[in-house]
């Protein structure tokens, strides 16, 4: 695994998670980055452009590629159709970075890794 945000004088940058009710600008000073829940596009699209944004995404990945979303706990689950469109609007709006939490997911996780890997990660492939 490679980091996008690479370690500045040997330390590791500290990614605030949430915001505990703290300021943006508290956030930004203590900060090298805020990774936080999932929101719909237009609300993220207008507060991202001053941040390097990342987000979390609890996703279950359902066996037909075009399932509708549905909503489960801080995300949804989806045909790999669907997450692929929402990680797509992500990148287009300026998120960097989304934690995939597969918790909730029913299938079976090495099979579902070999999904994402296979038919999710080659369209997000960073260039070196």
């Known amino acids: 695994m490679d980091m996008s945000l690479k370690p500045v004088a040997g330390r590791l940058p500290l990614l605030r998670t949430g915001g505990s009710r ?9 900060g090298d980055g ?25 996703a279950d990945l359902l066996d037909d590629p ?4 549905r909503p489960i706990r ?6 790999i159709k669907k997450l692929r469109r929402y990680l797509n609007n992500l990148e287009r709006i300026g998120v960097r970075h989304v ?13 579902t890794l070999q999904r994402l890997a296979d038919e999710l990660l080659p369209d997000f492939a960073v260039e070196s």
């Open 22 to 30: 703290q300021t943006p600008e508290r956030v930004a000073e203590h």
């Open 34 to 58: 805020w990774m936080t829940y999932p929101h719909d596009i237009p609300s993220r699209s207008r507060v991202i452009s001053a941040y390097a944004w990342m987000q979390s995404l609890c």
């Open 66 to 69: 075009d399932a509708a979303p």
């Open 74 to 79: 801080l995300g949804f689950a989806s045909g």
């Open 99 to 111: 934690a995939l939490n597969l918790r909730f997911n029913r299938a079976g996780m090495p099979a």
